[in-house]
């Protein structure tokens, strides 16, 4: 239970910190509203992409790639360990 209250307490944290973000402050000349919240989207994309680029790249590197004279050893792998899952004691 206590773990639950604590997540959704941060959770309440970043939407509120992310809502209050989107409105600009009014001792900085930036421009129009619309200036800042294009500024402000594109920071937290400059933030998010790496994330996802490490994500991609971990998953194009864990996909395993099977050589055409290769595939019956791939085949008789799939076999016994199904074999073996069947069978296990």
């Known amino acids: 239970m206590g773990t639950w209250l604590v997540c959704l307490l941060g959770l309440m944290g970043c939407l509120i910190t992310l809502f209050v973000g989107f409105i600009p402050p009014s001792n900085l000349n930036i421009g129009s509203s619309f200036y800042y919240e294009i ?3 594109s920071g937290m994309a400059a ?43």
Not at 56 to 77: D, F, M, S
């Open 47 to 89: 933030m998010i992409l790496p994330i996802g680029f490490f994500y991609w790249y971990q998953r194009r590197c864990t996909i395993k790639i099977v050589l055409p004279g290769q595939q019956e050893l791939a085949n008789a792998t799939k076999l016994v360990n199904s074999f073996a899952k069947d069978n296990a004691l």
């Open 39 to 41: 500024l402000f989207c």
